[in-house]
Nanobody
Framework: VQLQASGGGLVQAGGSLRLSCAAS????????MGWFRQAGGKEREFVAG????????NYANFVKGRFTISRDNARNTAYLQMNSLKPEDTAVYSC???????????????WGQGTLVTVSS
């Protein structure tokens, strides 16, 4: 499967952005999807994940209450709605997917290219 992330940009602190991750293939509905981010000079970190069937979600503590992950299986797309953005949210955000249902939330097989989110103060 190929993944294509989009929707990044420049936003002021307190603002919102919605990232999209478009997937190729006809089996998107069976994939667990996740979002990660990597800020300059730092390691990549898990942001949010959503399960394939039940739509169950998991979030990193630093985004709970501000970010929402969702998916539209009819459109083969996963989303990350980001509200109340902070300058420390500035990073390259990447989406990821896997067909294995029981791996950990940070364990993925397929990766899209990143989209840059810059939050100004």
């Amino acid at each position: 499967v190929q993944l294509q992330a989009s929707g990044g940009g420049l936003v002021q602190a307190g603002g919102s952005l919605r990232l999209s991750c478009a997937a190729s293939g006809r089996t998107f509905s069976s994939y667990v999807m996740g979002w990660f981010r990597q800020a300059g000079g730092k390691e990549r970190e898990f942001v949010a994940g959503i399960s394939a069937r039940s739509g169950g979600t998991n979030y990193a503590n630093f985004v709970k209450g501000r970010f929402t992950i969702s998916r539209d299986n009819a459109r083969n797309t996963a989303y990350l709605q980001m509200n109340s953005l902070k300058p420390e949210d500035t990073a390259v955000y990447s989406c990821a997917g896997r067909s294995r249902p029981y791996a950990g939330w940070t364990d993925y097989d397929y990766w899209g290219q990143g989209t840059l989110v810059t939050v100004s103060s």
